[in-house]
């Protein structure tokens, strides 16, 4: 259980990805959180907000920026911005590989921060999952109008129905053992060198 | 098929990760049977973590970096060593055009001479001061950088304070030209082509430059993960001679425009190859028209520039003592004095034959005039490398060169 809340900062350019953080921080009983998108001013914005933790995403550019910064703002403790546990490779592993990168005040335990990681953690994965999905259902789309592009290639040059002309794409799919959008972008890149402005 | 050795390697978009970058892409590494597989990183905190947590094996790395590893100033405790150098000089001071003029209203003219344009800046920060006005922000790349510690060194030559009569603040290297140009900083020390850039976009001039502060002076490196090297060795040697014949071929004239175009590519600068030139001919643009040539303005292969010197670790260790960011004891010094490895990249370049100097470590600022030195295999030639305020650095006398560079 959290006994006195820390206040955390969350940097991340990315809107979204900020935003999936910062409710999963809260959900986790983390009051105080802030989440800054841009790093300009931010100095006075970590002398305001005093954090204990900052949460960054790897490829913010500034990280270099921000750590100097977050030493110099507690100068006067002369702390140490820490990673996680200096013992913990494989959490501080699968924070790197999850793209996060925590700051910690040195002389805060390390049991009362790790939750703090690990839930950035998993939300930054779940964010990643989710661009993975819309990507994956775009690149979908993508080829599902190029086999309609290479379907009505077909249909016109040699006079089959829409049927014929996806069941020859599938057959010759199968038989060069590529995929169907494969044989698709083929027919629509050769028609577009060969012919006078083959279109649908 | 398949590489003997695969190596993954970080580095920053700069110029001076073109002797790593051209090792990967023009095929000096797989000659060595290495397969090097290059990542371009977006700071240097994450160049140093992801060494320390094995992402990496090596990478491009300020110099002073590894021993900030060593000496525990990170946030990740893990042993880098140096065991090649990436070239010598190629930074430079630049300031925005409004700072220049009243640089010039001071005496400072477009020569690039660091004690006239140090005196003027001197004189203009006074006069600030005394106007109530703020101080001056000047910025550079981490504070655990070969910028930091000359910017530092050139000002307090000058008789400025940098802790108390400038602001020093962290700001990436592709970011300085814009962060410039907004008046976030007023002036900026970082290597090339982030200088020649503001000067082409009309919005900084070149004030002094890195081989006239300190000349042939030490700047990126080699890091390596100290525990990947061990279990490695071959393929850490393999590497350095690939690292070799890349330095050789980028330092030769001929290959210029075929090395500016590699990496004017977005994946590694994804800048103009022009704006590149001068670093690769030290003819530079400072603004307002005037130009310099400046001889050694960076150097990826000449005059030694490859060798690990033990002095350029140990100068970096007297820097960070100067500036308080580690304090000056047996133990820190010995860690200094074993992060650069001079033993390994003369065990890797023995079978090649080329020249290698038989120290490790030189007296720095002694050398006047180019010299020959005593070397193994072949001649080698050394210097000229005086610091511009005529001190000299005897890596064996530590303790009195630390004395005599309290704040001024």
């Given amino acids: 259980m959290i006994r006195t809340s820390l206040a955390v900062l969350v940097i991340d350019e990315n809107r979204i990805r900020a935003s999936i953080i910062e409710a999963g921080l809260r959900e986790a009983g983390h009051e105080r959180v802030t989440v800054v998108h841009d790093v300009s001013g931010i100095a006075r914005r970590i002398a305001e907000i005093e954090p204990d933790v900052i949460v960054i995403d790897l490829e913010n550019p500034n990280r270099d920026m921000l750590e100097n910064m977050f030493q110099l703002s507690r100068a006067v403790k002369r702390p140490i911005a820490m990673f996680v546990d200096r013992s913990d490779q494989a959490s501080i592993e699968a924070a790197v590989d999850a793209g996060v990168s925590a700051y910690v005040v040195d002389g805060l335990r390390q049991e009362r921060v790790k939750p703090i990681l690990d839930m950035a953690v998993s939300r930054f994965n779940a964010f990643s999952r989710m661009a993975r999905e819309l990507e994956e259902a775009r690149s979908e789309l993508e080829s599902r109008k190029v086999i309609d592009r290479a379907k009505g290639i077909l249909m016109k040059s040699r006079g089959l129905t829409e049927e014929a002309a996806y069941t020859l794409l599938r057959k010759t799919a199968m038989n060069q053992n590529r995929k169907i959008s494969d044989i698709a972008q083929s027919l629509v890149t050769a028609a577009g060198l060969l012919g006078p402005a083959e279109d649908e | ?408």
Wanted: some cysteine.
């Fill in chain 2, 1 to 408: 098929m398949g590489a003997e050795h695969q190596i993954t390697a970080g580095f920053m978009p700069l110029f001076d990760s073109a002797v790593l970058v051209a090792a990967g892409e023009l095929g000096f590494a797989a000659r060595e049977g290495i397969d090097l597989i290059l990542h371009r990183e977006t700071s240097w905190a994450n160049i140093r973590d992801r060494i320390a947590i094995g992402h990496f094996d090596l990478a491009h790395m300020l110099g002073p970096m590894p021993l900030a590893c060593n000496l525990g100033l990170t946030p990740l405790a893990s042993e880098t060593i140096v065991p090649f150098s990436l070239g010598l000089g190629g930074n430079c001071v630049t300031v925005s055009n409004a700072v220049w003029e009243s640089m010039a209203a001071h005496g400072a003219v477009s020569d690039l001479d660091p004690a006239r344009a140090g005196a003027a800046l001197g004189a203009f920060i006074r006069e600030r001061a005394a106007a109530g006005r703020e101080p001056l922000r000047f910025a550079v790349v981490h504070p655990h950088s070969g910028h930091n510690y000359e910017l530092r060194y050139w000002l307090a030559a000058c008789g400025v304070d940098p802790d108390l009569e400038i602001e020093i603040v962290i700001v990436p290297p592709p970011f300085m030209t814009d962060a410039l140009a907004a008046g976030r900083i007023d002036g900026y020390c970082v290597g090339e082509p982030w200088n020649s850039a503001a000067v082409a976009a009309g919005t900084g001039h070149i004030v002094t430059v890195k081989a006239l502060l300190w000349r042939n002076s030490p700047e990126k490196v080699i890091g390596a993960r100290k525990a990947w090297a061990q279990e490695q060795p071959d393929a850490l040697a393999a590497l350095l001679r690939a690292l070799h014949h890349s330095a050789r071929w980028c330092q030769d004239a001929a290959n210029r425009g075929e090395l500016a175009a590699l990496m004017a590519q977005p994946g590694f600068l994804g800048q103009k190859a022009a704006i590149e030139m001068p670093i690769l001919t030290g003819h530079l643009q400072l603004g307002g028209g005037a130009q310099r040539t400046v001889e050694d303005f960076f150097l990826p292969f000449g005059k030694a520039a490859n060798f690990p010197w033990k002095s350029h670790s140990l100068w970096f260790y007297t820097q960070m003592v100067r500036w308080g960011h580690v304090a000056h004891t047996p133990e820190n010094l010995a860690i200094a004095r074993d992060c650069y490895r001079p033993d390994l990249y003369r065990s890797a370049l023995k079978p090649l034959g080329v020249a290698l100097p038989g120290a490790n470590a030189k007296v720095e600022g002694a050398l006047k005039v180019a010299t020959p030195v005593g070397s193994a295999g072949a001649s080698l030639v050394l210097g000229p490398d005086g610091f511009f305020d005529g001190q000299i650095f005897d890596p064996d006398e530590i303790d009195a060169y630390i004395a005599s560079q309290s704040h001024p």
